[in-house]
Nanobody
Framework: QVQLAESGGGLVQAGDSLTLSCAAS????????IAWFRQAPGKEREFVAA????????KNADSVKGRFTISRDNTKNTMYLQMNTLKPEDTAEYYC????????????????????WGQGTQVTVSS
């Protein structure tokens, strides 16, 4: 089974950019559909972005459309979340997630549908 480890979080100012990385190990990374979620204090974990195992399809939450981009590099067993034009409301713990998937399946956006999780990385955006 795959293990995931995020990195790249930090404290930034509104309008800045930040890229999160998530390194996978212990599994065949190309077999997994991937996603990013986030959780702010006192709130439920919410969907941010996801990508199919082929990388051909992606989906973003409405709150991050046009600002965040999910990507993957199967040669490096790594997934990324490029975050631009950050806002204070983007402040949260960010988690990468993965699930075994076939080809041609729809993108899933519920945390309960992902079996594998990283430990999280904090992103704080100051105004």
């Amino acid at each position: 089974q795959v293990q995931l480890a995020e990195s790249g979080g930090g404290l930034v100012q509104a309008g800045d950019s930040l890229t999160l990385s998530c390194a996978a190990s212990g599994g065949t990374f190309s077999s997994y559909a991937i996603a990013w979620f986030r959780q702010a204090p006192g709130k439920e974990r919410e969907f941010v972005a996801a990508m199919t195992r082929s990388g051909r399809s992606t989906k973003n939450a409405d709150s991050v459309k046009g600002r965040f981009t999910i990507s993957r590099d199967n040669t490096k067993n790594t997934m990324y979340l490029q975050m631009n034009t950050l806002k204070p409301e983007d402040t949260a713990e960010y988690y990468c997630a993965a699930r075994v998937s076939g080809f041609g399946l729809p993108i899933l956006t519920s945390p309960s549908q992902y079996a594998y999780w990283g430990q999280g990385t904090q992103v704080t955006v100051s105004s």
